[in-house]
């Protein structure tokens, strides 16, 4: 086990916002189909001009905004919108924080907020990881912005990180706006975060009992990878564990897309609805422990590879909220 997690010192999570998109005349959602649930409101539009790097005119983005909690108007600010071979890119930025939006869904894929590192979604549940794997590297698949890495180098700052990306412009605009960059300078007790740019899925011997830790959070166009759908992806993946390491992985919602709760669902069934949960429990039978995140905080499902650990060590390892959430986690 690693030692003991250094507290933040702003705890409490930010209030979600609720976000509308226009382009041009033809609205759509931004959706978190893994991450924060974003609602659409009546409130009145900011209009916004961006320029895309490959249209010959602007594009222009209406947002209406509110926070659940103060209901008051935000400025938002369009920091840059490309397309790329992997993704559609939008960076917005606002008072409270920064966000990055990723595919034709514009789903939340990293959020940064400025005053604090807990984002109240699923995020910070990949913080509480290190307290229950060997000594030893753990790896992001689905880097991203950087939220997880941020968040876990801040708690763990001896915490060797190694985060896997397939987008080279995405990583460079995240190291632009996400302070990406300042997470891969050595901290003083030896902490990092080594950015690996490729397809998580091509073998490679190198990286063969690496890891103490291998989180997932691999997504496109609003829906869990189709490899992660598939047992053998997941025997492969396993082959990059050493001893005693653990998957800790963001299942997303019903279907493994957008988080929605299900009124009609059994929550102790609800599991049987996720696709990634349902190959998991196959890949490890009887090693598998899972949870679902409230609707307030996402909605998402959770899961963790190997036997479920003792919970209240657990806890005792972590600070708050974590040390109240991982006490959630339930066999499968």
């Known amino acids: 086990m690693r030692g003991c997690a250094l507290p933040l010192t702003k705890l409490a999570p930010r209030p979600r916002l609720g976000i509308c998109i226009k382009l041009k005349s033809f609205p759509f959602s931004i959706a978190a189909s893994h991450s924060l649930t974003l609602f659409p409101t009546p409130k009145r539009s900011l209009f916004l001009s961006t320029h895309h790097p490959k249209s010959k ?24 919108s490309l397309k790329t071979n992997y993704n559609d890119i939008l960076i917005v930025d606002t008072p409270e924080s920064r966000m990055l939006l990723l595919d034709s869904t514009y789903s939340v894929h990293s959020i940064l907020y400025k005053e604090q590192k807990w984002t109240g979604s699923y995020w910070d549940e990949f913080a509480s990881l290190p307290a229950i794997v060997p000594r030893g590297p753990i790896a992001i698949l689905g880097l991203g912005g950087g939220t997880a890495a941020h968040l876990m180098l801040a708690l763990w700052p001896s915490l060797q990180l190694d985060g896997w990306e397939i987008d080279q412009i995405l990583i460079d605009k995240a190291r632009d706006y996400f302070g990406l960059s300042d997470l891969e300078k050595t901290t003083e007790d030896g902490g990092v975060l080594n950015v690996h740019i490729g397809d ?36 492969e993946l396993n082959e990059r564990l050493m001893a005693d390491g653990r998957f800790m992985v963001n299942c997303g919602g019903v279907g493994g897309g957008p988080c929605a709760m299900d009124g ?39 899961a963790l590879t190997g036997p479920l650990p003792d919970l209240e060590s657990w806890s005792s390892r972590v600070p708050s909220p974590l040390s109240t959430s991982v006490k959630k986690w339930r066999t499968l």
């Open 57 to 80: 005119s602007n594009s222009h983005f209406s947002f209406s905004v509110t926070a659940q909690q103060q209901q008051q108007q935000e400025d938002f600010q369009v920091l840059t």
């Open 200 to 235: 998580v899925f091509v073998p490679s011997k190198d990286l063969q009992r690496r890891y103490a830790g291998i989180i997932v959070d691999l997504f496109t166009d609003g829906k869990i990878l189709p490899e992660l759908q598939e047992v053998s992806t997941w025997l």
């Open 264 to 302: 009609s669902t059994n929550p102790y069934k609800s599991w049987l609805l996720n696709p990634a949960l349902e190959t998991l429990s196959k890949a490890f039978p009887g090693q598998l422990s899972w949870k679902r995140l409230s609707k307030e905080n996402g909605a998402n499902f959770m």
